[in-house]
């Protein structure tokens, strides 16, 4: 009999722990999911279609990830929160005062403009890397778009934001 309970008893846990594991990777697997879909629908926003495998993130100016919009243009991607690895290889092609500029611009533009709930931003640049577009979506589902360029004089700059009213 206590054989019997104690072989009941571990399959119990057993499936408990399964069931417990399996819920905490779900749950990890579903934010990365929501962040990759919050992601296309803020590039589908801007006139590029992309399935999700595609979102990959660029990581070096030599090695970089191009979108192409609507219009046939060809845009450098590069995620927000995985931006610093592609910062640091510009170090090797721009001088600080340009990749200050550009960190700068980002920080500027979340400090004044972002909100709780707004979605990861995204960074499109031209291939020149020279102009381009921070953008993110807010929860409410409009998208914020800044357009930003770099100036000689004055470094990396953005303009008021393009606003895309939710779908």
């Not at 600080?96 to 709930?117: C, D, L, N, P, T």
């Not at 640049?125 to 998208?143: A, I, K, M």
């Not at 770099?150 to 934001?161: A, H, L, S, T």
């Amino acid at each position: 009999m206590k054989k019997k309970w104690f072989v009941s008893s571990s399959l119990a846990l057993l499936v408990a722990c399964a069931s417990f594991f399996i819920t905490i990777q779900l749950r990890e697997n579903d934010s990365d999911m929501i962040a990759e879909l919050n992601i296309q629908k803020t590039l589908q926003v801007l006139g590029i279609e992309t399935d999700i495998e595609s979102i990959k993130s660029s990581q070096s100016v030599k090695d970089r990830t191009y979108f192409t919009d609507g219009d046939g243009k060809k845009w450098v991607y590069i995620e927000y929160t995985d931006r610093t690895a592609f910062i640091e290889d510009m170090e090797n092609y721009y001088d600080g005062g340009f990749i200050e500029s550009f960190i700068g611009v980002q920080a500027s533009i979340m400090r004044k403009h972002s909100q709780v709930g707004d979605y990861i931003p995204i960074i499109l640049l031209e291939e020149d890397l020279q102009r381009g577009s921070f953008s993110f979506t807010r929860d409410n589902g409009e998208t914020l778009s800044f357009p930003i360029h770099c100036e000689y004089i004055k470094g990396w700059i953005y303009d008021e934001p393009i606003l895309f009213e939710s779908a």
